[in-house]
């Protein structure tokens, strides 16, 4: 870690910074080289008043449902990185319903591997730690069974707690409720109905925390 470990007397950007180049080095020794890594987004506004949203891992820009690839004029496009592509715009269109505005968003995993492993999720919690004491969330929902393992030692099973409380963090309530690719993704089979009814379940429930904790202007 870096000797100026992300004192409270730097900018908020300097301690992200500071944070970013450790990560950074951290990726490094994984074999990952290839660019700068983002580590979250949001407005500096909101620090400590904040819901932190922890996605599923980083996967290199390759969009999550079943790993479709999407053709134009007969050529692979490439979907958008770091908080962008479909599940983010399906995300900002949530929370712009929901009317909730003082967010943060981080990945579980930001080194992208061909296979993210419990193992390796648990492993970079660290880097989550140190986000959540820079940013100062007053909620953190974990949106998937693998971003939780940035909490917990054990999954719970998202079809029996999804829209509840899983844990605490240093105080902290952690929500658990689907990822974004659970509403994108679609089978021939499955009822869009009721895919929609668990996302309204779920946002309502997890709007009625916001407002708990959150205060807005």
């Known amino acids: 870690m870096s000797d100026l470990f992300y004192s409270s007397v730097l900018t908020l950007q300097e301690q992200l910074e500071l944070l970013d180049k450790d990560m950074l080095k951290f990726a490094k020794n994984l074999g990952y080289t290839k660019r700068k890594l983002p580590l979250v987004f949001g407005d500096d506004k909101y620090i400590n008043n904040n819901v932190l949203l922890v996605m599923p891992p980083f996967s290199d820009g390759r969009h999550s449902e079943a790993n479709v690839r999407r053709k134009n004029e007969g050529k692979r496009l ?3 990185k770091h908080f962008e592509g479909n599940e983010f715009d399906l995300l900002y269109e949530i929370l712009e319903s929901y009317e909730i505005s003082n967010w943060f968003i981080t990945y579980s995993h930001l080194v992208p591997l061909e296979r993210h492993t419990k193992n390796g999720v648990k492993q970079f919690a660290c880097w989550i730690a140190k986000l959540i004491e820079i940013i100062g969330p007053k909620l953190i929902i974990a949106m998937g069974e693998d971003a939780q393992l940035s909490f917990v030692k054990k999954k719970y099973i998202l079809r029996d ?17 689907y990822p974004m690719s659970y509403y994108i993704d679609r089978s021939s089979y499955e009822d869009p109905s009721y895919k929609e009814f668990i996302m309204n379940l779920d946002w309502d429930l997890l709007r009625k925390e916001y407002e708990r904790r959150i205060k807005c202007q």
């Not at 707690?161 to 409720?177: A, C, E, Q, S």
């Open 161 to 177: 707690y999804h829209g509840k409380k899983i844990t605490d963090h240093n105080g902290i309530p952690v929500l658990l409720t």
């Open 78 to 80: 490439k979907i958008k």
